[in-house]
Structure formats: structure tokens, C-alpha cells
């Protein structure tokens, strides 16, 4: 196991490589004049070059590329052009309000995306399938900024009870989780029945039954233990898409986190904050993929031996 473990580590340096060279790209194809918005906006033309000259932007574009992976390696993320503060100091800030929101909407959604699926699952082709289901589709079709905007408008203004903005106290994370989990719990109900059937209908289940064992023993030994092997890939991407992807919540609840904090320094053209927020995000997904992988393991311990290189 601890060999597939540092095998993974160094897979995960190639990807990274390639990430960083499609991240400086895109940064330098940004329309501005960074040493204008660093210097500030009224800075006359010798700030500006003086500017310019600070952030090595007469460089060669390679040179500019391998001080900026030299310094990410060291921890040094660079300085914010809006406050002249170190990255990392702005992005410590942003990221346990950010962490707090995906874990609330991950948790409660995982636990209701289970629970519809594999009740719907149990009553396939009855009533409890159908309407679970329906409102499962109903919770992926509907966007997260007007779900956000409906909780507002008929849950925190009528009744007073939950913040509309900011984190000021524990309530205040109740709309926006419910609001960034809706989704994840909407796709998990769906892949989990459709995993749960999958499974229930393999020759080792039928062989169970035939056995005599009765139907609450094989349902959660046997078909849910397999069943959860897909879904657990799917708990694993969700969550990464939580951290990385609460973007729009953020921004209607004007939760200042990681999302929030790309919005406003995409605005600003802040690209050190953009550049180190777009690789913490690809890191966090990288990370995430191997803690899924490793689960496998823990669910189904003959997994294990495929993990080890031969």
C-alpha cells in the first residue's frame, strides 16, 4: 500500500507540470497591463515601468514561467495587486469558510443522496421510485444561483432567521449548504440506485438468496458493501467539485470564501491570486482521487491487491 501511495505522489508531478504551463498561458493571454493595475490605476508611466520591472514582466515569458514555479515550490504564491498582501496569507483566509460550506453541503447531501437511492432502488417501479426520483431530477435541473435566490427570497427575508450575506455566526451556513449540496444530493440519489440494481442483479446475489439467507442480510452485505465501490468514485469527484465549485454560491450569499475571492480577482485582474487558486483547486481534485482510491481498499479489501504493483 505505501508503495502505490508514493506511486501516485509521482504521477501527480507530470500532471501538475502540464496544469502550471496551461495556467501561465491562459493568465498571460488575460487582456491589462498587470504593472498598470499593480501600480494602480492613476500611477504615472514611471511607477508603471518601475512596476513592470518589480514583477519581472520584461522577462522572457520561459524565465517569467520558472521564477513563478521556482517561487510556488518554496510556498511564496507571490502578492496580491489589489492589496499588496502575500497570496497565501489572502487564500488561508478564504479557505476555511470555504472548507465549512463544502463540508455542511457535502455531508447533509451525501446522507439524503444515499438514503433516496437506495430506497428508490427497494421500491423500483412503486410509487416511493418514482416520485424520489423525480425529485431528484428535479434537484439536478435546477441552477444553484436560483435555488440561492428562491431561499433568500421565501426563507431568510420572511422569517429572519438565516444571514443573506457573509459568516457571522453557525446559521448563517444552513442556506448556502443547503443550496451548494442540492445537486450533489440529486445525483448521488440517482447514481445510487442505478448502482444498487446493478449489483442486485449479479449471480453471487441470486446465489445468496438461494441459499436461504434472508433479503435485509444480502441487501446489506452483499449488494450494498459492492454498490457502494462506484458510488464511493462518485462521492469522491462531488466533493472536489464542492471545494472547487462554489464559485456561484459564494457569490449569492457573498460567502467570503475561495470561490468568492476568484470572482473578485478575476474582476480586478488579480492574476497571482487567479494562478494559485486554479492550482490549489487541480491539487485538491489530484488529492482527492487518490484518498478515493485509497477507500477502496477499506470497502472492499481484496481491492488491495490490485493497488500493489506487480
Do not use: C
Not at 496580491?80 to 460550506?101: A, H
Not at 428508490?120 to 423525480?134: C, E, N, P, V, Y
Not at 462521492?235 to 457569490?251: P, T
Amino acid at each position: 500500500m505505501f508503495a502505490y501511495i508514493i506511486r501516485r505522489l509521482l504521477e501527480m508531478i507530470p500532471v501538475l507540470l502540464v496544469v502550471s504551463l496551461l495556467v501561465f498561458g491562459f493568465i498571460k493571454l488575460m487582456p491589462g497591463d498587470p504593472a498598470r493595475i499593480y501600480a494602480g490605476p492613476d500611477a504615472p508611466v514611471e511607477a508603471i515601468e518601475a512596476a513592470r520591472q518589480h514583477l519581472g514582466l520584461n522577462d522572457p515569458l520561459p524565465q517569467q514561467y520558472f521564477h513563478w514555479i521556482g517561487s510556488l515550490l518554496q510556498g511564496d504564491l507571490g502578492t496580491t495587486y489589489r492589496t499588496q498582501q502575500p497570496v497565501l496569507e489572502v487564500i488561508k483566509e478564504g479557505f476555511m469558510p470555504t472548507l465549512w460550506l463544502a463540508l455542511a453541503g457535502f455531508t447533509w447531501s451525501v446522507i439524503l443522496g444515499l438514503l433516496f437511492g437506495v430506497m428508490a432502488a427497494l421500491k423500483r417501479g412503486r410509487w416511493q421510485d418514482w416520485t424520489l426520483m423525480s425529485v431528484a431530477v428535479g434537484g439536478i435541473s435546477m441552477p444553484a444561483f436560483w435555488l440561492g435566490l428562491l431561499l433568500i427570497q421565501f426563507v431568510a427575508m420572511p422569517f429572519g432567521l438565516f444571514s443573506v450575506s457573509g459568516f457571522n455566526r453557525a446559521s448563517d451556513i444552513v442556506l448556502p449548504a443547503i443550496t451548494l449540496g442540492s445537486s450533489v444530493a440529486a445525483v448521488m440519489a440517482r447514481f445510487t440506485r442505478s448502482a444498487f440494481l446493478e449489483v442486485a442483479q449479479e449471480d453471487y446475489v441470486r446465489t445468496a438468496k438461494a441459499k436461504g439467507l434472508r433479503n435485509r442480510l444480502v441487501t446489506w452485505k452483499h449488494v450494498m458493501r459492492n454498490a457502494l465501490i462506484p458510488v464511493i468514485t462518485m462521492l469522491g469527484l462531488q466533493f472536489g467539485f464542492l471545494l472547487g465549485g462554489s464559485i456561484v454560491v459564494e457569490s449569492v450569499f457573498n460567502w467570503p470564501g475561495l470561490g468568492w475571492l476568484l470572482i473578485e480577482s478575476i474582476k480586478a485582474q488579480d492574476q497571482p491570486v487567479i494562478q494559485a487558486l486554479v492550482m490549489l483547486f487541480v491539487f485538491e481534485f489530484i488529492v482527492i482521487n487518490l484518498l478515493v482510491d485509497l477507500l477502496y481498499a477499506v470497502v472492499n479489501p481484496a481491492i488491495r491487491l490490485r493497488q500493489e504493483p506487480k
